[in-house]
């Protein structure tokens, strides 16, 4: 039995590289639990309770939160007994960009210094050609980059190496800075990040939804159709699990439709029926 402590708890997010993004929603998923000690009946009730009241998304964000408090707190859970309690997510198509939207987003600047769009554009090309989190992208030092592969610092303090292009590589040069910096010199935030992500989309007057981890999901979805190999994206993607980077791949009703015509629409089955 162990008392939710949330300052400590928020510690251990924040060296583990979550961004401040995640880190609030586990938050607000803890405190909703409201609990005082965290065990496998206490869960239990908590989402027998809530099922009427929260939407299958919100139960599974309060799931992942208290997965992650109790891998922090050492704390055993029988999370087979709370999934049969939580329904499915009903499944959905996420928002993605192509590069043509890419550079609409980068053609529509806003009223800041040429420098700083500058700096906005290539945090676009960063997102979108690389598909890193946001907390991964503002914590690139120009010596991550080296032996033309750059080294990511994901999520749990594990490291992954991907390529560059030369037109992403050509802007490290080897010192300890930040890549992306603010106007006062320090690291910028994954807040500000989305704020761009916002400004640019609103002002290139497109109908989407667009935030950092759309271009993650974009990236996932363009390598797919160039035939990468699924083991390839989620190696990009530090997924630990290649369920997780099938989930991101974004397949319109017209790819469908023309994969699906290729085996049966031009050849019909000759169907047997036992």
Not at 103 to 123: G, Y
Not at 141 to 169: E, M, T, V, W
């Amino acid at each position: 039995m162990a008392k939710i402590n949330l300052k400590k708890y928020q510690e251990w997010l924040e060296k583990r590289n979550l961004s401040s993004h995640t880190i609030s929603r586990y938050n607000w998923g803890l405190r909703e639990y409201g609990a005082e000690e965290l065990n496998t009946d206490k869960v239990v009730a908590f989402f027998k309770k809530n099922l009427a009241r929260y939407e299958p998304a919100s139960l599974h964000l309060h799931r992942c939160a208290l997965i992650s408090y109790a891998k922090f707190k050492k704390i055993k859970i029988e999370w087979e007994l709370i999934d049969q309690i939580i329904p499915g997510i009903p499944l959905k198509f996420f928002e993605t960009i192509t590069e043509i939207e890419l550079e609409r987003l980068k053609q529509a600047k806003t009223r800041a210094s040429d420098a700083t769009n500058q700096r906005n554009n290539l945090i676009l090309d960063f997102l979108f050609y690389t598909g890193m989190r946001v907390s991964e992208l503002i914590n690139i030092r120009h010596c991550d980059y080296q032996g033309k592969k750059l080294k990511i610092h994901g999520k749990g303090n594990k490291f992954r190496y991907i390529p560059l292009p030369d037109f992403l590589a050509k802007h490290f040069n080897g010192s300890s800075d930040y890549l992306f910096k603010n106007y006062r010199g320090e690291k910028m935030s994954d807040v500000w990040i989305r704020e761009i992500c916002y400004r640019r989309t609103k002002k290139a007057g497109l109908n989407k939804q667009i935030s950092p981890h759309t271009f993650r999901r974009s990236l996932a979805t363009i390598l797919n159709k160039r035939e990468a190999r699924l083991t390839t994206i989620q190696k990009i993607l530090g997924h630990s699990r290649i369920d997780t980077t099938a989930k991101y791949i974004h397949n319109s009703y017209e790819e469908i439709y023309q994969d699906y015509s290729k085996l049966w629409i031009s050849s019909p089955p000759q169907w047997q029926f036992l």
